[in-house]
C-alpha cells in the first residue's frame, strides 16, 4: 500500500491549495513552486504513487487528466500557443511527490524538452 502524500490531503481539502478544477476522478490545483506563468498539477483522487504503479483500473481518471488538462488550457487562455504536460516517475525523472500526477506548463516558450545531461 502506497504512503499518503500531501496531494491526498489537498484532494480531501484538509490542506488549504488554489484549486482550479476537481470531480469524482481528479483533482487540479496551481503548483506551489510555479516553473511557468502557468503551472497545474492534475492529480488522479486514488492514490496511485508513480506511473510504474498504474493498473487498467486507473485508465479512465487517467485519461481524465488529459481532458481537464485541455480544458484548462483553453480556460487559462494558453491553449493556441501551446503548453506541456509533463508526468515524472521516481528518481531519475525527477519525481518528488509520490502521488501520480501530470504538471500543465504554459505562458512562455519551454525551450528544450529535456536539459543536457
Ligand atoms: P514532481 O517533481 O513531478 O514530483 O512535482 C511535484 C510538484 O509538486 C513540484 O512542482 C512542487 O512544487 C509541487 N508541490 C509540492 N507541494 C505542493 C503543495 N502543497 N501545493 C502545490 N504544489 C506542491
Known amino acids: 500500500m502506497a504512503q499518503e502524500t500531501i496531494f491526498s490531503k ?3 481539502r ?6 482550479l478544477y476537481q470531480d469524482e476522478l481528479v483533482t487540479a490545483f496551481r503548483d506551489i513552486h510555479p516553473r511557468a506563468p502557468t503551472h497545474i498539477l492534475i492529480v488522479p483522487n486514488r492514490l496511485v504513487a508513480t506511473v510504474d504503479d498504474v ?3 486507473d485508465e479512465l481518471a ?4 488529459f481532458t481537464v488538462a485541455a480544458r484548462l488550457a483553453r480556460e487559462q487562455g494558453i491553449a493556441s500557443d501551446g503548453y506541456r504536460l509533463i ?3 521516481r528518481e531519475h525523472g525527477g ?3 509520490y502521488h501520480l500526477h501530470m504538471h500543465l506548463l504554459g505562458g512562455r516558450p ?5 536539459a543536457r545531461g
Not at 14 to 19: F, L, M, N, S
Not at 62 to 65: A, D, K, S, V
Not at 110 to 114: D, H, I, K, R
Request: charged share 20%; aromatic share 0%; net charge negative.
Open 95 to 97: 519525481q518528488e511527490v
Open 62 to 65: 487517467l485519461g481524465r487528466l
Open 55 to 57: 493498473t487498467e483500473a
Open 87 to 89: 508526468v515524472n516517475c
Open 110 to 114: 519551454l525551450g528544450a524538452m529535456v
Open 10 to 12: 489537498i484532494i480531501r
Open 14 to 19: 484538509e490542506i488549504p491549495a488554489d484549486i
